[in-house]
């Protein structure tokens, strides 16, 4: 099989080692699965290989692609690379897309600059692209407009649209519900199928299964097993891959029931339209104290828009949310399906939480226990939300709001971008939370495992 891509002692280095020394061997048509823990520097490898590890981190080491070492290559040289040769797919579609441009005149920009083609046929090429993603009503709307899911097929588009031989797309299937993943994969394998590259890193076990080829497991800037898909995932030999495969949800225990507390929240005849199109109608909710509702739905079905309007975010079009009165409006919270829009870009992780802290007159101390309790580093909190991964990041959010001490609590996805077993922790902290304190949770998720071991009921959107 040829090979199209040779990583030889990458390492990643900021004051301290992140990545230790790794090498990987990428070839046409086979796909190679990075596997493991939040923080591992599965990102920071991916951006290594492009070249486009952010300020402050540098990486040693070799990347050959056709005989040619990239880490010496002059950057502009590299860049000429970007889209027409590799393509990186980043962990969060927002950072990837442009706020202010059209998702279909993004996918049609690279299209265009990158693949040559004339403006009328960049449209239609990403006019067909956004099709074939099920995304044919995209093609107008901001990003801001799109769900996450659907962030997520644009930026793919998007990255694809310059046919690279080599793809590199991280966690490029969170989010999404089973079919789409499994349209996300099955796009992955086709680009194998043609004789390209593929490496894919992802936290879905399922998502490895399918790919196929081979997995790399990391843990702690190491690379602790390897081997073919079907080896590894079948019969791991290092404990850390055993205790991921065993963390999948359905081998999880099923929280016991709770005796329902007072009602928190109740909705009633909610109806909302999004882009002329109702999204539900006739919607009556009952949340109590304590209990955890699991929600369900595809990609784009308007969990995120139901979390708005319980919050009173978003105003319904008919309906009524009513919301147990005499509690402050701070404790009812929403976690973000994206973790970055819980925090202002540019202050230091503690500088937000310090300003949070003495506005809610709370304790400080409070933040370092549920650090401890979510395994966060306290060297995280001197940097900047874009300087941590983004799993640690999906728990600083966590973390801001729990801060808050809700009694009424959205979490939209609040696990899509951690490996299993720092889901099944932050989950066991989450129900913890909610039986412990008498929070109301309702808990968004694809996986129909995880909400089958979690929640007390569900409701599905349609
Ligand atoms: N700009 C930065 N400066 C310093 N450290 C960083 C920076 N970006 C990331 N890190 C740290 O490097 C380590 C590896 O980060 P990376 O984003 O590669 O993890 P990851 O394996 O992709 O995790 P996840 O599964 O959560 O996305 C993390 O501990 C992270 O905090
Ligand atoms: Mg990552």
């Given at each position: 099989?040829?090979?199209?891509?040779?990583?030889?002692?990458?390492?990643?280095?900021?004051?301290?080692?992140?990545?230790?020394?790794?090498?990987?061997?990428?070839?046409?048509?086979?796909?190679?699965?990075?596997?493991?823990?939040?923080?591992?520097?599965?990102?920071?490898?991916?951006?290594?290989?492009?070249?486009?590890?952010?300020?402050?981190?540098?990486?040693?080491?070799?990347?050959?692609?056709?005989?040619?070492?990239?880490?010496?290559?002059?950057?502009?040289?590299?860049?000429?690379?970007?889209?027409?040769?590799?393509?990186?797919?980043?962990?969060?579609?927002?950072?990837?897309?442009?706020?202010?441009?059209?998702?279909?005149?993004?996918?049609?920009?690279?299209?265009?600059?990158?693949?040559?083609?004339?403006?009328?046929?960049?449209?239609?090429?990403?006019?067909?692209?956004?099709?074939?993603?099920?995304?044919?009503?995209?093609?107008?709307?901001?990003?801001?407009?799109?769900s996450g899911g659907m962030?997520?097929?644009?930026?793919?588009?998007?990255?694809?649209?310059?046919?690279?031989?080599?793809?590199?797309?991280?966690?490029?299937t969170k989010g999404l519900d089973a079919d789409r993943r499994d349209?996300?994969?099955?796009?992955?394998?086709?680009?194998?199928?043609?004789?390209?590259?593929?490496?894919?890193?992802?936290?879905d076990?399922a998502?490895?299964?399918?790919?196929?080829?081979?997995?790399?497991?990391?843990?702690?800037?190491?690379?602790?097993?390897?081997?073919?898909?079907?080896?590894?995932?079948?019969?791991?030999?290092?404990?850390?891959?055993?205790?991921?495969?065993?963390?999948e949800p359905s081998?999880w225990?099923k929280l016991?029931?709770?005796?329902?507390?007072?009602?928190?929240?109740?909705a009633?005849?909610l109806?909302?339209?999004?882009?002329?199109?109702?999204l539900f109608?006739?919607l009556d909710l009952?949340i109590?104290?304590?209990e955890i509702v699991g929600v369900g739905g595809p990609s784009g079905c308007g969990k995120s828009t139901l979390g708005?309007l319980l919050?009173?975010?978003?105003?319904?079009?008919?309906?009524?949310?009513?919301?147990?009165?005499?509690?402050?409006?701070?404790?009812?919270?929403?976690l973000?399906q994206?973790?970055?829009?819980?925090?202002?870009?540019?202050?230091?992780?503690?500088?937000?939480?310090?300003?949070?802290?003495?506005?809610?007159?709370?304790?400080?101390?409070?933040?370092?226990?549920?650090?401890?309790?979510?395994?966060?580093?306290?060297?995280?909190?001197?940097?900047?939300?874009?300087?941590?991964?983004?799993?640690?990041?999906?728990?600083?959010?966590?973390?801001?709001?729990?801060?808050?001490?809700?009694?009424?609590l959205f979490a939209d996805e609040p696990t899509s971008?951690?490996?299993?077993?720092?889901q099944?922790?932050?989950v066991?902290?989450l129900t913890?939370?909610?039986?412990?304190?008498?929070?109301?949770v309702l808990l968004v998720s694809h996986d129909a495992g995880l909400l089958d071991r979690t929640a007390d009921r569900r409701i599905a959107l349609a």
């Amino acid at each position: 099989m040829t090979v199209l891509l040779t990583v030889e002692d990458l390492t990643v280095v900021s004051t301290d080692a992140i990545l230790r020394p790794t090498g990987l061997t990428l070839r046409a048509g086979r796909p190679l699965t990075i596997l493991g823990q939040t923080g591992s520097g599965k990102s920071l490898l991916a951006q290594a290989i492009m070249g486009v590890l952010p300020d402050g981190l540098s990486a040693a080491g070799r990347v050959l692609l056709d005989g040619r070492d990239l880490l010496a290559m002059p950057m502009a040289e590299r860049r000429a690379l970007w889209g027409r040769t590799i393509g990186l797919l980043p962990q969060e579609p927002w950072l990837a897309l442009d706020p202010t441009m059209r998702a279909g005149a993004q996918v049609a920009e690279t299209h265009r600059l990158v693949a040559g083609l004339t403006a009328a046929e960049a449209d239609a090429a990403a006019r067909a692209d956004l099709a074939h993603l099920g995304l044919a009503d995209a093609f107008g709307k901001l990003p801001g407009e799109l769900s996450g899911g659907m962030a997520q097929r644009v930026a793919f588009a998007a990255a694809r649209a310059g046919r690279g031989r080599i793809v590199i797309a991280d966690e490029p299937t969170k989010g999404l519900d089973a079919d789409r993943r499994d349209d996300a994969v099955a796009l992955l394998l086709r680009e194998v199928e043609e004789g390209g590259g593929l490496l894919t890193i992802t936290h879905d076990v399922a998502v490895a299964r399918q790919l196929g080829g081979d997995v790399m497991v990391m843990r702690e800037g190491e690379v602790v097993e390897q081997g073919p898909a079907e080896e590894v995932l079948r019969a791991p030999r290092s404990a850390y891959a055993r205790d991921l495969l065993a963390a999948e949800p359905s081998s999880w225990p099923k929280l016991p029931p709770r005796p329902a507390g007072e009602p928190m929240l109740r909705a009633r005849g909610l109806a909302k339209a999004r882009g002329g199109k109702p999204l539900f109608d006739g919607l009556d909710l009952e949340i109590r104290a304590g209990e955890i509702v699991g929600v369900g739905g595809p990609s784009g079905c308007g969990k995120s828009t139901l979390g708005g309007l319980l919050l009173g975010l978003v105003a319904p079009d008919r309906g009524s949310v009513w919301r147990k009165p005499g509690i402050g409006r701070h404790r009812f919270q929403k976690l973000y399906q994206d973790p970055p829009a819980a925090f202002p870009p540019h202050g230091s992780l503690r500088q937000t939480l310090t300003d949070l802290v003495r506005l809610h007159r709370l304790d400080w101390s409070e933040v370092e226990r549920l650090m401890d309790r979510l395994r966060l580093s306290p060297t995280l909190l001197d940097r900047r939300p874009r300087e941590v991964s983004g799993g640690e990041l999906q728990r600083l959010a966590l973390l801001r709001v729990l801060l808050l001490d809700p009694v009424f609590l959205f979490a939209d996805e609040p696990t899509s971008r951690l490996d299993l077993v720092t889901q099944q922790e932050t989950v066991a902290l989450l129900t913890g939370i909610a039986r412990d304190r008498g929070c109301a949770v309702l808990l968004v998720s694809h996986d129909a495992g995880l909400l089958d071991r979690t929640a007390d009921r569900r409701i599905a959107l349609a």
